[in-house]
């Protein structure tokens, strides 16, 4: 039990370090926008630093999608 | 692009196209979920009006310098979804100059970091509308960006209710008995002492808003949900700190920070519901352009900001183009569209003399006007004043679960009282810890989260099928309505002139005819023209004649189309009489005579009759009031069946309709579209602007029915139907749940582990039933 007296320090601590990062991660707008990160990972492929996964990706018959305006 | 040739249907979309694959953007096509908006769709804007806000008294408003970098806000229209985003940001972020370029895809707003000394604004928007889209400087509003901070501020409230709660959990769990295996009596101390330590950020950081809700509540003298949560956490808090310095009693931190992460999480979900449809529809309120043309002495033109525009002076309005202001025309003929502002279909003949009003539209020829009224002086004005008085006046809709609330919070107090009373003869030692576990165990956790998780639900729903509530009593008053208002112009018509008929008047056919018409306004920029659709020829020596029609040649024969009198001067004939009263007549002919009467009109949506069945059967009374003084308005009325139709009348009159129902205990839902509208949009009960309508009218509606469809607003009104409904079992089943409990509570067999067993199921059960709301019928 004797664990217990450096542990409970330790666990506050850790949950102070995480308030923390949450209110950095709050003001530095990570939370404002829930719908475009979840999109954007379709475009990775696009990025140089990605290329090693296009090719990969790069299967058989990409399927066609809508018509162009009008 | 990718791989394969695919037909355009305009120029504009040509071009937009060649630039997004020129610039190597092509997966744009590959991974759009939905087609784009037609570019000749958007604003336009002038490229003088754009070079405008190069200067630095412009842009001190909305751009901020660091160091060499200048750093914007821009709104953008013209996204349709989350490629849209990406194909911005990686268009822009290759341009020189551009050191960041982030699009927040759920309000639009695109944040751009750039050397504005390598690259003025100017040039980034022209960019942006290269590749289709258009951007306007984005200034926040007070109210949109305090909206912004309060939810950061309950965003972080939750966070940190969250993570203490279950460093709390642990160490209060550990001193139940259920659970306490061997834990001497210095640890039992330590760890109440640190539950005590991590629930106080939680009670006086996180719980805030219920504490400060209660005491406006009770100085109000009304009970509600904040007065029983706040009894429940403070009573909780205050007798565990008693526990944890005498090392007697029961310990409840825990319950205290789930009900903060409960409560708080539905307040959160709300929010983020509201703050969206918020950003959806604070656009900019843009009635009236942001530039005009001034004339100096000579005559000279110059493009001035409207702010600089003063009353006396002379401004020249192009075709196309809105007035800045109110005015009297000094020179030019044209027509002006007032249908925004008088719910009149069709562009008003307008000459020399005539009276002009600020926000309407020259449709026709250049017009210069003389400035008599600006600003706050303007017609315009006056109906957004008269809004605000509506608004004032807005009867409120109580909601369901306040006044359960209340209710529920009487019989808990008194049966506290009596259990107390009860208790204090028995084992006045006990007292106090029953009629706490009593207080904490009836929490109204479920209660209160039972209409947050299901308005959050289905406003959800609501918005995939294209019906967006920007005010939370949509959804439970919509079940209370009896009377529906409906605007005409734009709301139960398309309100854009279509082509209705064609009448040949000669050996030509009505295709053949039609082919001619398109052919000659396909060259015209007159909002008529677009009604005529796609010519296989084209016509050469187009010549517009403001207020009379067109003239060209077609295979070499020489066409005019137009006012009667204008068509027949080609074959010098007489102008045949227009053989309707309504719509709007124009006149094809050649060199030997008339060759057709073309008819337009303004259609009925294809949905309205629907929506007018759908109304009549729920037994509500339908009025049609209109603006439009033409006979449409009751032809209109006549083939939906409406009994109540009038016509001409102005905001003030329709708003005195709106007070005439009021006051006869009518609760009214109002569908419009125009600025005429506005007033009666802010002061009926329950408000929804069409998804066309002018910004003004949006900001004002409690929904904004973004897909256009009426469709969908039937579909609402049986969403509401099912909300209700599950509001009522929520809170029945909240209600069942604390009834049950409190009798056990009251016999002192409640302790913190079944307490917390108890609340975290019965506010499961209740997301769950909530969450039944977010199954939607495909649309």
């Known amino acids: 039990m004797t664990a217990l007296y450096v542990m409970i320090p330790v666990a506050v601590i850790v949950v102070g370090l995480a308030i923390w990062l949450f209110f950095w991660a709050v003001d530095s707008g990570q939370y404002d926008d829930m719908d475009s990160p979840a999109h954007s990972i379709l475009f990775d492929d696009e990025d140089p630093r990605h290329q090693a996964g296009v090719e990969e990706a790069k299967g058989p018959g990409t399927s066609e999608r809508d018509a162009p305006h009008g | 692009m990718l791989g394969e040739a695919r037909a355009m249907c305009c120029p504009g979309c040509q071009a937009v196209a060649e630039a997004i694959v020129d610039g190597g953007l092509e997966s744009y096509y590959q991974h759009r979920s939905e087609p784009s908006t037609n570019p000749e769709a958007l604003p336009q804007a002038l490229p003088d009006e754009i070079a405008l806000l190069d200067r630095a008294d412009v842009q001190q408003p909305f751009v901020e310098h660091q160091g060499e970098l200048a750093q914007a806000s821009l709104l953008v229209e013209g996204i349709s979804c989350a490629a849209c985003g990406w194909l911005i940001e990686r268009h822009l972020r290759e341009l020189d100059g551009v050191a960041e370029a982030s699009l927040n895809l759920s309000n639009h707003r695109l944040q751009v970091r750039w050397a504005d000394s390598r690259l003025p604004l100017s040039r980034l928007l022209a960019e942006l509308r290269r590749i289709g889209y258009a951007a306007h400087p984005y200034t926040p509003d007070e109210a949109a960006e305090r909206l912004h901070q309060e939810n950061r501020r309950t965003l972080r409230q939750l966070g940190v209710a969250g993570l203490l709660w279950m460093q709390v959990m642990m160490a209060a769990m550990a001193t139940w008995p259920e659970f306490n295996l061997d834990l001497s009596a210095e640890l039992d101390t330590i760890l109440r002492w640190v539950s005590l330590f991590l629930t106080t950020p939680i009670v006086f950081y996180c719980c805030g808003p219920f504490f400060r809700g209660a005491l406006r509540d009770l100085r109000t003298c009304h009970l509600t949900m904040d007065v029983s949560v706040s009894l429940a956490i ?78 006396g002076e002379q401004v020249l309005v192009q075709p196309g183009a809105l007035l800045p202001a109110d005015g009297v025309i000094v020179s030019g003929q044209s027509s002006v569209d007032e249908s925004l502002l008088s719910g009149e279909y069709l562009p008003l003949p307008r000459g020399v003399g005539d009276a002009v009003t600020a926000g309407t539209l020259n449709v026709e020829g250049p017009l210069t006007v003389e400035v008599r009224a600006l600003g706050d002086d303007t017609r315009l004005s006056a109906i957004v004043r008269l809004l605000e008085r509506a608004q004032a006046d807005k009867p409120r809709l109580a909601e369901l679960a306040d006044r359960v609330a209340q209710w529920f919070l009487l019989v808990v107090l ?35 989260l039972a209409t947050p998780t299901a308005l959050t639900a289905a406003t959800g729903s609501l918005h995939r099928l294209g019906l967006l509530l920007t005010r939370g009593h949509v959804l439970e008053g919509l079940n209370r309505i009896d009377t529906l208002i409906v605007d005409k112009t734009g709301t139960l018509t398309e309100g854009r002139l279509t082509l209705s008929s064609v009448q040949p008047l000669r050996d030509l056919d009505a295709d053949a005819c039609l082919a001619l018409a398109a052919a000659l306004e396909n060259r015209s920029e007159h909002p008529i023209a677009r009604a005529f659709g796609k010519a296989p020829d084209a016509a050469e020596h187009v010549l517009s004649v403001p207020g009379q029609g067109l003239e060209g040649s077609v295979g070499g024969h020489r066409l005019r189309i137009g006012q009667p009198a204008f068509v027949a001067g080609l074959s010098a004939c007489t102008a045949p009489a227009i053989p309707g009263d309504h719509g709007q007549w124009l006149l094809l002919g050649d060199e030997q005579g008339p060759l057709a009467w073309l008819v337009l009109d303004d259609r009925l949506r294809d949905d309205a009759a629907a929506l007018v069945e759908a109304c009549r059967s729920r037994g509500w009374t339908i009025s049609l009031l209109s603006g439009d003084s033409s006979p449409m308005v009751a032809e ?73 469809r009426l469709g969908s607003l039937v579909q609402a009104f049986d969403m509401a ?43 499961l059960l209740v997301v769950l039933n909530a969450l039944r709301l977010s199954r939607v019928q495909a649309a």
Request: include cysteine; charge should be neutral; charged fraction near 15%.
């Open chain 2, 721 to 763: 139907r099912r909300t209700r409904r599950i509001i009522v079992e929520n809170l029945f089943w909240a209600s069942l749940y604390n009834g049950l409990v409190l009798p056990f509570a009251a016999c002192g067999w409640v302790t913190p582990v079944w307490a917390a067993l108890g609340m975290s199921v019965s506010s």
């Open chain 2, 234 to 311: 403070g009573g909780a808090y205050l007798a565990g700190i008693w526990s944890t310095v005498t090392g007697v009693g029961e310990l409840y931190f825990d319950a205290v920070g789930m009900f903060a992460l409960f409560l708080l999480a539905g307040r959160y979900l709300e929010r983020r519901a509201r703050e969206r449809t918020a950003a959806a529809t604070a656009q900019l309120v843009n009635l009236l352009p942001a530039s005009c043309l001034r004339l100096d002495r000579d005559g000279q033109s110059e493009r001035i900001l409207l702010a600089e525009l003063r009353v």
């Open chain 2, 414 to 448: 008194l049966a506290a009282v009596v259990v107390g009373i009860a208790w204090w003869q028995i084992d006045p030692q006990r007292a106090f810890w029953i009629v706490l576990a009593m207080l904490v165990a009836t929490c109204p956790c479920a209660l209160s």
């Open chain 2, 636 to 708: 209109v009325a006549a083939q939906l069946g409406i009994d109540d139709a009038r016509g001409g009348l102005t905001p003030d009159d329709k708003l005195a309709v709106l007070r005439g129902l009021h006051e006869r205990g009518r609760t009214v839902l109002m569908l419009g579209d125009g600025v005429n509208d506005v007033p009666v949009l802010a002061g009926a009960d329950i408000s929804v602007a069409m998804g066309s309508a002018t910004d003004l009218a949006k900001t004002s509606a409690d929904a904004v029915l973004l897909s256009n």
